[in-house]
């Protein structure tokens, strides 16, 4: 029926090896510090002032470890090789600051202190904490008051525990005075040690959980998971009575089964821990009998028998993630969770619920009527996505028999094609379907399930470069819009759409093991763009670090995908490519791109030419081998070199060593004494140009060898070039001082190419799923050709794979899970629930790996009030939802008339209008060019002239013009020039004027075509006119203020002509 009960069992000693599933952390050391007696302001749990302490700095800003955790030692050097593989536990350092200095710990100055030595670090605070204590103690007032401090984390600090089993073990094998003689290397894996748990057996927790967990966190705290229990009881003991479960909507079992729950319940009053019917106040059972709630009890007995789809997903994505955690991987459940949806029986008219005949939708009916089935028939479903998420929903919808009657309708668009790493969640799909457009796979085979629906399936992409087609009719014909979706902008604009038409938006997402889902509700709640989310990258990692000094195998594997591929085989053929079949028309898109890629541009397309000229003038396999080659020794010898001598060269100079922290003297390849690595590396990349350059690949590897015999190969003498290697560890990326000679040249150089000679190059889009492209095997041979130069760990294929390929781990049974909850809502949407309020709606954030606790739903929140800044009994908020309609269709209002009607009707000075969530500096109207029509420029009788002070704001040029005019004698030949540059600008000032009051003056409409319409002809031009024929109405926003100067902030403007 309305009701689900998941249990777990996994007996009286279960292991649990990973509590989370969340990757463990793996910390670079960059310093080591012995303080043999720890100040006073340092604080370190359970180690006493004075006392000896190690402490550790670390790479990474965060840490992310609690006191007590363990971590591992590994690429510990010089002399501390013996500690790589030993245990040991850390604590927390922090330190004392006093209250009042209001230390900001996200700020520059304290990030940029904390790169100090501890003691320094110690030294500042301690000045800072005598200083603000000696002010405490002049202060009379504060007489027999204590001192307030803060104690403050320091984050990219732990300190060793010695002490311990694990410490005095690790001292076994040095002592504290060898972590005296870090320099550089050490890492710290963190490692999670086991938990136990027991667990009891299903007829222990029947009938010994007193307030069984609701998925509903207000139903568990109200006890509502009392009923369920006893119900679920009841059951059990009327199936051994009468050997058949409740039937469906029959009187007599549900009267029996409330007698059963009401005698189970007695039965237990006085038995300690029990499930019983007592009075429960925030999730804590009182003790005091209160009567068995029958009705419920009685509704789960009618329609026991019956199931909804919603409730079989949700049931089944949850209940298999349990089974995995047998493994001991992840937290199973707390032994039970029920979930009850008592909204969706909200009829139970024994006309509408039955009788049945048989339908495929019975069970449906029996719960939620006839007219429930009747109106899903005939809902007009727009579905965004049908990936993992939208798959799922193509089942429900289907097997709900949604868009099955004649004004029903499933729009379903998705423009990618189906890969191999699809089908392990994406069920719709099977082998053959690799290739083909996702939604067209999709439709067809739950067209095939339910061969009523009405669906149709577009490759489109929804976004503001597709409201021709996805138009107001489209919209406005829609009962609801169903993402499903893996990016935040896609959803910010279907959640836009669904604002501006008043729309119902579904809205869902997971992470592995983690899900959420939002109801958004028109006028009753919050829209998803009223929360903070984007899918910018928090954790990038600084460019020098990938360019010079990576220390993690991700760093080498990030600068392989960034660097490696990008330039060699994605960037440099694609600009190559652009100036090869166009030169005048990359020159001008050269303009557009910032320096730094102009450079880079550049570069690139003259090593490909340079190629060819090295190769004779056609690139066949031979040369890939020799470009593969050439590419290896400047990559993993040349720079490595180049990098060390300068290195050195520092440290004689400066008298500093240069190679301490997480930064690794690298070590240069050899191809005279070659490692298998190289001949991998080798061809997996001459493969790969054999791509870029239309040659035939050589696959058989005795063949290849072959050809490498035969080139003879040699490894140049190295020597110091002299060019200036990057050694800072900034994350600066500016070209140096001469980069842009170095450029112009490279273009007069590239001028006199003659490019129909030059030989056509295809560019690689990076796949990851195409074992046969060599992608994914150059990035795994070039991650570990860095990662060996610089003596990081190797990294497998997979975790290259998964790493560059930028894969989102995703899971069938969450995926299940949560869309079986969504499947929940819209049915809820269907019976107009809506109307009720939106406490009748449910939102999740659930993780499936963590336990009964991370469980969470809740009501969908209010919408979020915006404040106008007006005064009753003007509107003194708004939400997202609200817009002010104008209506002007008989006769349209000028620009002008629309300032003045904006300004009368809410007592407000208008400064700009212009296209709603526009975020250029362009306007329909603007107050400042108002202003101009005030600005003059006049010449008296004597030629002196006179000029408004705002002229010289947009016309500066003309300030010397006049100055010169005021100096030069009436006889000066001089003056002619510079009265012309004065009538010019006069001229100019005179257009500006009349285009501002054509403007104004004219149509709201026309003034919008002059500003927003592209002014070239072609593509854009034409889309912006289809969209603008097929409205009658344009989206204003307004900024505008009080007399007072102060901000007003005002809905947006639907303005119909």
Known sequence: GVTSSIFSDFGPNHEITDATGEPTQTLAISNVEVLDSKPKLLDVAGVKEGEQVVIVTVAQNEHGLEDGDVVVLEDMRQGMEGLNGMSVTVKRVAIASPTAAKVDTRGVAFKTALGLPTESVVSNFERQYDFYKSAFDEDEGNANKKFPVRTITIFNRLAFVLNDDKGKKLLENTSVDAFRQYQSGGLLNQVRPPIFKQYRSLADTLQGTPVPQMLRGEDWELGKGVEVHLSLAAAFDFHEKNNHWPRLHNADDASEMVDIAKSISESRNDTEGACWAQSIQYGFPMGEPRDVNEKRIARYSRLFAAELTGFCAFLGGAAAQEVIKASGKFTPIDQWVHHDEEVLAVDECPSNVGPLFGSRYDYQIAIMGKDFQARAANQRIFLVGCGALGCEYLKGLALMGIATGKDGKIVVTDMDRIEVSNLSRQFLFRQPDVGHPKSVRGAMVVKKWNPSVNIEALEKKVGDDSEDYFNDTFWESLSVCWNALDNVQARQYTDARCLFYSKP??????????????????????????????????????????????????????????????????????????????????????????????????????????????????????????????????????????????????????????????????????????????????YSTANLYASVWRAEV???????????????????????????????????????????????????????????????????EFEKDDDLNFHIDFLTAATNMRSWNYDIKASPRHTVKVTAGRIIPALATTTAMVCGLVDIEFAKLVLGLQSQ????????????????????????????????????????????????DLSYKLNELSVEQLVIYLEKSFSVTVNRIFLHGDKEDRALYNALDKKKLDWTISFDDEGKVSVSEGVYTQWPQIRMAIQMLGRLPPTSGQRAIFKAQVDRVKVSLEQTKESFMKKFQGNVSDAYLQVYRPSEEGEKQDYFDAVFKGRDYLTLGVDCHTEEKEDITLPCVKYTF
């Open 505 to 682: 938006l579904l809205e869902s997402g997971t992470l592995g093991t983690k899900c959420n889902h939002e109801v958004v509700l028109p006028f009753r709640t919050s829209s998803y763009n009223d929360g903070k989310e984007s899918d910018d990258n928090e954790n990038q990692i600084a460019m020098c670090t990938l360019r010079s000094f990576p220390y993690l195998p991700k760093h080498c594997i990030e600068y392989a995908k960034q660097a490696y591929f990008s330039d060699y085989f994605e960037f440099g053929p694609d600009v190559y490519e652009n100036f090869r079949q166009d030169p005048m028309a990359f020159f001008e898109q050269l303009d557009t791109m910032d320096s730094g890629e102009q450079s880079r541009a550049l570069r690139m397309i003259k090593a490909f030419i340079d190629l060819q000229e090295e190769a004779g003038g056609s690139i066949d396999f031979d040369a890939c081998v020799r470009i593969a080659f050439n590419r290896m020794m400047k990559d993993f010898r040349t720079s490595i070199l180049d990098l060390s001598h300068s290195a050195d060269e520092m440290e004689k100079s400066s008298g500093k060593k240069f190679w301490t922290g997480t930064k690794r003297r690298p070590r240069p390849v050899d191809w005279n004494d070659p490692m298998p690595l190289l001949m991998e590396y080798l």
């Open 698 to 764: 050589v696959r058989d590897r005795s063949e290849f060898q072959a050809v490498v015999d035969k080139l003879k190969l040699e490894q140049a003498i190295w020597e110091p070039s002299g060019d200036k290697v990057d050694l800072s560890e900034g994350d600066n990326e500016e070209e140096s001082g001469d980069s842009g000679e170095d450029d112009e040249k490279l273009k007069g150089e590239l001028y006199k190419v003659d490019t129909s000679k030059l030989q056509p190059a295809q560019p690689q």
């Open 837 to 884: 309020g939106s406490d009748k709606f449910l939102n999740s954030n659930i993780n499936l790996a963590a336990g009964s606790g991370n469980f969470t739903t809740f009501a969908p929140d209010p919408p979020v009030p915006i404040s106008t800044g007006l005064d009753a009994p003007q509107p003194v908020s708004f939400t997202s939802w609200d817009r002010i």
